[in-house]
């Protein structure tokens, strides 16, 4: 069953937190919501019913949210309690024994990576490992629908590819899943629709990447664009930023990567955003002969940065920076294969 918001409004006494919208998480897909933590943690309320819902309409397929039982909808809270004294095994045993569930502990603990930690204490489980005890309920209730409240954050590779797996196999058995998240770049890398919520309303954000190319011409393309870029001369330049109706100036080697929101390119330089009056094909244009390479449709980022190129699954990539955040930045499909063709990989 599909997730619908229909003509949903919220005010806080005079103030305007987000105006009408409609949306319809569909099966097969999953949908994230990029917002403020007022925003995120509102709609959560909504959601299970701790607030009530003055304007507009949420429902599961045909059933208003306040008719719905709860419980047969799947959520992965941000902040969710478990039993510390218990082993995993044992915290997986009250799983399938909650859900009457035929799903074997064993295939659980093999896609959760926990296999070599299932007699150990969850109290003695690293904040990741603790996460992935949350993916595993999940598996063994098996809703139709799922909420995700920022499921990748602070979370190690491994959890990270655990995640993104998971999700390939709710999308190929049909789930339908919302993700709720105050991050852009895990909004893009984990969803196949993302939309921005704010005062403004409900924007989506274009992700769909453009058709693929025959892999030969991709290659032959690529190439040439390389050719060309080594054939400019380089040329040493800042590029502006204004905060606070101050001029900042970054020398290209300094920024870590960039990104589009809104229409607005942001240049990111140790953890902070500055915004640039360039936009992202002017700065990719200017900065190609610099290392920058485009990486997804609303991302650059500095190759010299990069620390690993991540396969999450066959179709899902990312780049690990090593900047302080160790930042994951999107690497679309077919900038992959331009990736490979520079990086001379096979």
Not at 60 to 84: A, W
Not at 164 to 186: H, P, Q, W, Y
Not at 223 to 231: D, F, L
Not at 298 to 313: A, D, F, H, P
Request: some cysteine; hydrophobic content about 40%; aromatic content about 8%.
């Amino acid at each position: 069953m599909s997730l619908q918001f229909t003509n949903v409004e919220k005010r806080l006494n005079d103030s305007l937190i987000f105006p009408t919208f409609n949306l319809q998480v569909g099966f097969s897909q999953v949908t994230a919501i990029h917002s403020s933590l007022n925003v995120r943690n509102i709609l959560l309320q909504m959601i299970t019913r701790e607030v009530p819902i003055f304007n507009g309409e949420i429902s599961i397929g045909e059933t208003k949210i306040s008719n719905v039982h709860l419980p047969d909808i799947g959520f992965s809270f941000l902040n969710e309690g478990l039993y510390e004294r218990l082993t995993v095994i044992e915290q997986l045993n009250f799983y399938g024994k909650l859900y009457n569930t035929y799903e074997e502990i064993s295939v659980i603990l093999q896609k959760v990576h926990l296999e070599e930690k299932r007699n150990v204490r969850i109290k003695k489980l690293s904040y990741s490992e603790q996460r992935r005890i949350q993916f595993a309920r999940l598996l063994f209730q098996n809703p139709y629908l799922l909420i995700f409240e920022e499921p990748d954050q602070n979370l190690d590779i491994e959890t990270q590819r655990v995640l993104m797996i998971m999700l390939d196999e709710l999308r190929a058995k049909g789930k339908s899943v919302l993700i709720l998240t105050g991050s852009m770049e895990s909004a893009v890398t984990l969803a196949d629709k993302v939309y921005k919520l704010d005062e403004g309303g409900l924007h989506e954000i274009q992700v769909t990447e453009e058709a693929e190319m025959d892999s030969i011409k991709e290659e032959v393309t690529a190439t040439v664009e390389i050719e060309k870029a080594e054939a400019i001369p380089v040329r040493f330049e800042k590029i502006p930023t204004k905060v606070n109706e101050k001029i900042i100036l970054f020398d290209p080697p300094e920024i870590d990567y960039i990104e589009s929101n809104d229409g607005q390119s942001y240049l990111h330089f140790k953890g902070e955003g500055f915004p640039t009056m360039f936009t992202l094909n002017e700065l990719e244009e200017r900065l190609q002969h610099f290392g920058f390479f485009r990486c997804h449709r609303s991302y650059i980022v500095n190759l010299q940065k990069v620390r690993e190129v991540i396969t999450w699954t066959r179709n899902s990539y990312s780049l690990i920076l090593d900047d302080e955040k160790k930042s994951n930045i999107p690497l679309s499909k077919t900038k992959m294969a331009e990736l490979k063709v520079m990086l001379d990989l096979k």
